[in-house]
């Protein structure tokens, strides 16, 4: 007898749709939140230099304790707080994930939220628990609390700013779900740079806090370097299950360079935070969208049929993101990555043709 999936692999997998990456092949590609700048040509010089003297023949720093002193200087992770790497945010989630995945033990997120915090449990065999966001996408603190309170969490993985919504969370209810939980709370600042605002000062007064970036919003999407910072006693178990070499020697060199050169990173990145405002208002202004204030490099809207209002704008070269179906409350939602301003005029062109 011919052996089928449905022999081996777990029902829960069996029931996943995979992550889905659109053909961006001749669009302007404003779907996956990306910086849509390219390095400044000094700054890709030095990264072509990097990658001529690597010694490819030899594994990487398996703790690359040279890109961990500049992460730490740079991007001011406290002393005292540990810092451990990962393939992109998204294997730092599974490692938090896996570590935890006691019998029973559930991991709880806001939601609608990244859709990996969900299938990042399903994968290691977790229960899932997600909890709506108020109608305006604000973290309904009472709701947290109670959620925590009844199934006692072993991780709750809050996003700040929030995908897709760019919601930054008050402070107050944040506290509230610090102050609750039992268990870690990881906050994850992928669009820090967009935000103004962080919590890895706050490592140091709370000892069941990790805080988690990515290098991909900055302008380095393809390095897929990710970090967590904490307290050692979790970070030091949570290391345990990492493979060897997951960074490459290739972007613990750039990475460590490009990171001393923050600052040019982040003036591309007030550049976008400009022209978010710029776009948010002239979204606002078209009678069909309702926009949603963003903190991050993207921006949430709704319209009457995204379906079509989507496939319209992709005949028009712009690849953007439809959200419809992905959540209840993201019923014919849209989201567009802030791109250059040429860009952006052309994704507002194409948006007012398709709702003409």
Known sequence: MALDPQDLIRPEILALKAYHVADPSGMIKLDAMENPYPL????RKLASGLTHDAALNRYPDPQAEGLRHVIRTRMAVPEGAQILFGNGSDEIIQLIAMAVARPGATILAPEPSFVMYRMIATFCGLHYVGVPLTEDFALDADEMVL????????VVFIAYPNNPTGTLFDAESLARVLHAASGLVVIDEAYHAFAGSSYLGELLRHPNLLVMRTLSKLGL???????VAGAPKWLEQIDKLRLPYNINSLTQAIAARLVENVDRLNEQADAIVTARGQLFHALADMPEVRAWPSHANFIL??????LRTFERIKR???????LHGSHPMLDNCLRVTVGTPAENATFLNA??????
């Open 221 to 227: 999407a393809a390095l897929r370097l990710g970090f």
């Open 40 to 43: 400044p040509e000094d700054l």
């Open 147 to 154: 959620r925590i309170e009844q199934h006692d969490p072993a």
């Open 351 to 356: 948006l007012r043709a398709s709702l003409a």
């Open 316 to 322: 028009h070269g712009v690849l953007i993101k439809n």
């Open 301 to 306: 809207f709704r319209v009457s049929d995204a």
